[in-house]
């Protein structure tokens, strides 16, 4: 990766972890990442779980998932929106 100005060359891995500009990873990344992987298949089991014990039926379990699903990105919305204060 080239440069402006001459620097030693640093890993990725020091470049991502170590970096003292905007490219630093940061607790809300880790967060975002970690919301990411787990909520879908968090809300695939939620939403068979909900016809498991009988909410619904079973042609309601796609739309139940969608639910949570934009249920959740709506609250990540607005947690982010909170917490920014924009």
């Known amino acids: ?17 170590f970096a003292s500009h905007n490219d630093n990873p940061t607790l809300a990344s880790y967060l975002s990442s970690l919301f990411l ?14 016809h498991s014990v009988g909410l619904y039926g079973y042609d309601a379990i796609v739309p139940a998932f969608a639910g949570l699903l934009v249920g959740s990105l709506a609250v990540a919305f607005a947690l982010m929106h909170w917490l920014t204060g924009n």
């Open 1 to 17: 990766m080239p440069k402006d100005t001459p620097q030693p060359e640093k890993t990725v891995r020091e470049r991502g972890t």
């Open 37 to 50: 992987v787990l909520s879908v298949p968090g809300f695939i089991v939620a939403a068979y779980a909900g």
